[in-house]
Each structure stands twice: as structure tokens, then as C-alpha cells.
């Protein structure tokens, strides 16, 4: 079982939709969640923090579910521009720092 | 405030040569950690630097070495390049050690023939 793993899909929406990706983790240790949003041949840029609360921003929302193991983000009101590729990252800092990557879930809104 | 920057953008070398990658970090970032992204796959965690020191390592072979600078500038080498090493190399800097927020550079694309 890989440590992170994420549908790499493509999930392929309407503008307007609301769609939901998850992200599941191996390491119950883990520590720190977050997701980013990678653009073709581009570099990750960081979306949000994913905290033990939950978190949302704007038609953003990010979940943890620790007893499950996985991390969700729901995106509302889907636009062309979210079209992307969302990755998940869980950390886990036994003595030293060990972030690992999922190989992300694509997105296409389309009109 | 600066961005990550990183050079050079583009690298073509042959196997079993060496090379080394440059990253700059965010004004005010004294962390830096570098990633291997293959197409189609997520960013693979190289090591870290926090303050000069390795912070932690992924799973690379010791040809993937690397250093930070008391700027906090740091500096990817590769030895005896394989063809599997062509990919994109990121270069990321926090604020913290630890499993803070990143902030990426746009990346070296090397190509290995």
C-alpha cells in the first residue's frame, strides 16, 4: 500500500459543479496535511492547510479524518480556472522531516 | 518579497555525468527541501536543509547530495547521472524546519540522454 494515495482520475465537471477528491495516508503518525494545486508544467503552489477543524476558504474546504486516515477537499462552484491537478501532502516529523506527496487527482471543469 | 527562484530552468546532460541544480528561497525562508517530479507522478521528497544542516532525507541513493548556504541558498548535485533522472527538480523553502507550509520555485527540467 502506497503512503499516500490519491484517484488520479481525470474528474472531468460542469462550471457550477461541486466535486470532492480525497486523499488517504498510511502513517497514523502523521502530523501535517495540506493541499496543493499544480498547473501543466508548472510548480505546486499551495491551496491550504488542512487542520484537525476542518478549514474552508471561499469554495474551498479541507477535511481530516484521522480515525479514517484521509484528508478531502470539496471545491463549490466549480470554475474554468480550477481546472488542475490538486496533490495532497502528509508529513510526518519523527526526529527528522519526511513529506510525501500523493501523484495528485486531476480536474477539468469544462463549460 | 521574493519569490523561489531556481536555475537553470532547462539541463541537458549525459549519463553518467554530474550536475548541480541552484535554488534561491523565499525572502525570510530559512528552510529549503528539493523534490524529483516524473511525469505524471507527484514531487518525490529529496532531503531538507534547516539552517545548514540536513533535516531529513528521502528515499534517494547517496549520488543525490546537497548543501545550503548561510543565505539560506542552496545547491542540488547529482552524480553519475542516470537516464531515470531526467525529471523535473523542485526546489521548496518555509519558514520553519518541519512540516510547514512550502513555497515552490518553478524548477529544473533535466533531461538525461
Known amino acids: 500500500r502506497k503512503e499516500v494515495e490519491q484517484d488520479p482520475g481525470p474528474f472531468n465537471v460542469p462550471e457550477g459543479a461541486t466535486v470532492a477528491f480525497n486523499c488517504t495516508y498510511s502513517?497514523?503518525?502523521?502530523?501535517?496535511f495540506f493541499w496543493y494545486r499544480q498547473d501543466c508544467r508548472k510548480e505546486p503552489k499551495l491551496l491550504m492547510s488542512v487542520y484537525s477543524s476542518g478549514n474552508e476558504d471561499g469554495r474551498f474546504t479541507a477535511q481530516l479524518n484521522r480515525a479514517s486516515q484521509y484528508i478531502s477537499l470539496l471545491i463549490r462552484d466549480s470554475k474554468l480556472s480550477d481546472s488542475a491537478t490538486y496533490l495532497c501532502?502528509?508529513?510526518?516529523?519523527?526526529?527528522?522531516?519526511?513529506?510525501?506527496f500523493g501523484r495528485g487527482t486531476s480536474l477539468i471543469v469544462h463549460p | 518579497e521574493t519569490g523561489v527562484t531556481q536555475s537553470p530552468t532547462h539541463l541537458i546532460k549525459t549519463r553518467g555525468q554530474q550536475v548541480t541544480l541552484r535554488c534561491s528561497s523565499q525572502s525570510g525562508h530559512n528552510t529549503v527541501s528539493w523534490y524529483q517530479q516524473a511525469l505524471g507522478q507527484g514531487p518525490q521528497f529529496i532531503f531538507q536543509y534547516y539552517r545548514e544542516e540536513e533535516n531529513g532525507r528521502g528515499n534517494f541513493p547517496p549520488r543525490f547530495s546537497g548543501l545550503q548556504f548561510p543565505n539560506y541558498s542552496s545547491e542540488l548535485n547529482v552524480n553519475a547521472l542516470e537516464l531515470d533522472d531526467s525529471a523535473l527538480y523542485l526546489c521548496?523553502?518555509?519558514?520553519?524546519?518541519?512540516?510547514?507550509?512550502?513555497?515552490f520555485g518553478p524548477g529544473t527540467r533535466l533531461t538525461v540522454t
Open positions: 502513517n497514523s503518525a502523521s502530523q501535517s
Open positions: 501532502v502528509v508529513s510526518y516529523s519523527g526526529g527528522s522531516y519526511i513529506p510525501t
Open positions: 521548496a523553502s518555509s519558514s520553519r524546519s518541519g512540516a510547514d507550509e512550502q513555497y
